[in-house]
């Protein structure tokens, strides 16, 4: 695959790794971190990717870019401290795990510089490939593209109960595949269009070495903009295991497979029959339809053109972009594929109680404008201040998203996995019957998924949804919903808790209140003189005290009643703020 090199601009000169053909960089390998208690530090570094730079970066840990591979157990609840050494405020996010609100890590839950977050929480996902990364409200691109992220892998008995390969490094490889534009000083250049350069796990022109067996390899879109359309050199036929949040019902063969940002993928590679010899991992970019960014054209229909798209060689064209040198089986190699894995079951349209819809457009209509953004959603741009949807706390809803612009968006959902019912009115493909957080709506075109709003309640903290092309997420492409739990209606049946004591009362900044039940406080209603609810907490996993804390500042001077419930009781003290 001999390529020209292409002089952008007159500026720089791209450098890839695609048309260099050297894949001269062992691929790293994130180490993990286990257990029910981890650490991360942000901070920044600098990294080498060019002789005679050093570009600027931000890594967890021990790294400078990306961080370490959290792996964690289903069921167990952890604890993670998360340490902002940058000088910049950030926030971390828990892409696709089914978290309460104020553990997820969206733009509302900043970390400022020098402090630590503490989220707590169960791990109540499947066995998959999850991830994490910043979510600083405008400055998602920014953090994300300087490496700011990192893996997550669940594990639970139902996928440990079948025959795969996962030997974390030798038979179960995590592939975080990105590109990345560099300015002519090597610093990553976040909102360039001339992505040209490959990292994969952070590696430029990277090499790995493979065992002659089958090998699970865990993919993640994890590039800023860019759709990849991934098969391998020597057009293998692969099987699709995992989608986004869980094991599919069988594997699903393919030779090729597309990930949008945010996205991810583990499939199987029989590598049994190719000892000795070497293939490459490629971008089939020349396969993408237009209308996808990464094809020839962008836009569908010709509709516009993103500046400096076209000086981009990467774009529309195909690219090795990971050379696998198949070495010796190891001693337990996975020789087999699995002919089923677990049982799907996906919410059925009849079981919805509401339908929502989503449409995307241009801000601004006119020239370019149906491709270069910024797009909004419902025609609103995003505001940190404006709750867009409240969805009652259980609620099966269907979400109806329309693609008024020219070119495909992924969209993503916090809070839920979700089954997809059909795009533009046809059922998804097999690997993509699975559960999903990020779903692609291409041009003009429309996509229904269907979920369930269960677990979590939150009568301050949202959720977010929005577009994974970060460029677009930052300029305005999301919107934040609340998930309510009407207390009142759905706690019938409870025995009153006898004692209920609440000191300072009446109390001038907050009250601590305390009950007498075998059970820790679960949530708490808040209504005021006139019964109106002034808050409402009905966050499971933030509160296995018996004694919680209830802050006051907020609130003007007068009577409230503070209704408490645990698991079985619950009742109603009255309180005075000063
Ligand atoms: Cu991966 Cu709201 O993000
Ligand atoms: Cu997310
Ligand atoms: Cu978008």
Request: charged fraction near 15%; include cysteine; charge should be neutral.
């Amino acid at each position: 695959m001999k390529r020209t090199i292409l002089t952008v601009l007159g500026l720089f000169l791209i450098s890839n790794s695609a048309f260099s053909q050297t894949f001269s960089n062992s691929l790293a390998i994130p180490s993990t971190l286990t257990g029910t208690n981890i650490s991360l530090s942000i901070h920044t570094g600098t990294m080498a990717f060019y002789p005679g730079f050093s570009t600027n970066s931000i890594g967890f840990n021990a790294y400078n870019y990306l961080g370490p591979t959290l792996i964690l157990n289903k069921g167990d609840s952890v604890h993670i401290n998360v340490t902002n050494n940058l000088i910049d405020t950030t926030t971390i996010h828990w892409h696709g795990m089914h978290v309460s609100p104020k553990n997820d890590g969206g733009p509302h839950t900043v970390i400022p510089p020098a402090t630590t977050w503490t989220p707590k929480f169960k791990v109540r996902d499947d066995a998959a490939m999850f991830w994490y990364h910043s979510h600083l409200h405008m400055n998602t691109a920014a953090q994300v593209t300087k490496g700011e992220a990192g893996l997550i892998i669940v594990k639970d008995p139902i996928e440990a109960a079948l025959t795969l390969p996962r030997t974390y490094g030798v038979d179960d490889i995590p592939l975080v595949v990105q590109t990345r534009a560099f300015d002519v000083n090597k610093q990553f250049d976040a909102l360039s269009a001339v992505d040209s350069v490959v990292l994969i796990n952070g590696t430029k022109n990277p090499y790995t070495n493979l065992p002659a067996q089958v090998v699970r390899l865990r993919l993640i879109n994890a590039a800023t903009m860019r759709l990849f359309n991934f098969g391998f050199s020597n057009n293998a036929t692969f099987y699709q295991i995992v989608s986004d949040g869980g094991l599919l019902s069988a594997p699903v063969s393919m030779t090729r497979l597309r990930l949008a940002p945010g996205e991810r993928a583990e499939i199987l590679l029989d590598l049994t029959a190719l000892q000795t010899q070497t293939i490459y991992l490629t971008n089939y970019g020349s396969q993408l339809p237009n209308g996808y960014y990464g094809a020839a054209n962008p836009a569908a229909m010709g509709m516009g053109t993103i500046p400096n798209y076209s000086s981009n060689a990467f774009n529309g064209t195909d690219n090795a972009i990971l050379k696998i040198n198949v070495v010796a089986p190891t001693a337990s190699a996975v020789t087999t594929m699995p002919s089923t894995l677990t049982v799907v079951t996906p919410f059925l349209a009849s079981q919805a109680n509401k339908t929502r819809t989503k449409t995307f457009s241009p801000k601004v209509m006119g020239p370019g404008g149906g491709l270069n953004g910024p797009f909004v959603i419902n025609g609103m741009s995003f505001d940190m201040m404006m709750i867009n949807d409240t969805v009652p706390f259980n609620n099966i809803e269907v979400w109806n998203l329309t693609n008024n612009t020219a070119i495909a968006h992924p969209f993503h959902i916090h809070d839920v996995q979700f089954y997809i019912l059909d795009i533009n009115g046809s059922a998804p493909p097999a690997n993509m019957a699975g559960k999903k957080d990020v779903v692609v709506v291409p041009a003009q075109q429309t996509v229904k998924f269907i979920t369930k709003f269960d677990d979590f309640t939150d009568h301050m903290t949202p959720y977010m949804y929005h577009c994974h092309m970060l460029v677009h997420e930052d300029e305005g492409m999301m919107g934040q919903f609340l998930v309510w739990d009407y207390l009142t209606d759905i706690k019938k049946n409870y025995n009153s808790i006898e004692s209920i004591k609440a000191y300072p009362n009446p109390a001038s900044s907050s009250w601590i209140i305390k009950v007498d039940d075998k059970d820790p406080i679960l949530g708490y209603k808040l209504t005021n003189a006139l019964g109106k609810d002034v808050r409402i907490v009905n966050d499971l996993d933030l509160n296995y005290a018996k004694e919680i804390e209830i802050d006051t500042k907020e609130l003007s001077q007068g009577v409230y009643y503070l209704n408490v419930y645990t698991k079985v009781n619950r009742g109603t003290v009255k309180l005075i703020k000063q």
